[in-house]
């Protein structure tokens, strides 16, 4: 007889055929493109700020509502709100221990993280449309 492969699983593992969930390295990804398109889309926000300094109400309301700052914020507002949901998602799966605790502030976290991109979304359509 021949001897048993060797298997880096655990006895448990083995025993309930768990291997990895397959989702790590997605979400690893996900974050780092954010960051990565957060930081551009940082500074081109800084720049539309910088821009609208010093300007009267309507002039403010003008460029906000022009089509290409809409875009480049609603980009910003997207990206942020994702990156945020992702690494609150992973800090809590990684320190909340509790399983119900954890499953009600996970649902908290991505309540709060709609929230505030469809509030975000909302106020810039508001105003490039003149809703």
């Given at each position: 007889m021949?001897?048993?492969?060797?298997?880096m699983r655990?006895?448990?593992?083995?025993?309930?055929?768990l291997g990895s969930a397959h989702h790590g390295t997605r979400v690893f990804w996900h974050q780092r493109l954010t960051s990565v398109s957060n930081i551009v889309l940082s500074i081109a926000v800084i720049v539309i700020i910088i821009g609208l300094l010093g300007r009267n109400h309507?002039?403010?309301v003008q460029i906000l509502g022009s089509t290409f700052v809409a875009i480049t914020l609603l980009l910003f507002i997207v990206s942020s709100v994702y990156h945020m949901w992702l690494g609150m998602q992973v800090i809590i799966e990684d320190y909340v221990h509790d399983e119900s605790w954890k499953l009600v502030v996970l649902m908290a976290n991505t309540f709060f993280s709609v929230a505030v991109g469809l509030a975000a979304v909302f106020a810039i359509l508001?105003?490039?449309?003149?809703?």
């Open positions: 021949s001897e048993p492969a060797r298997s655990t006895p448990l593992g083995r025993v309930r055929h309507a002039a403010v508001k105003l490039s449309f003149g809703l």
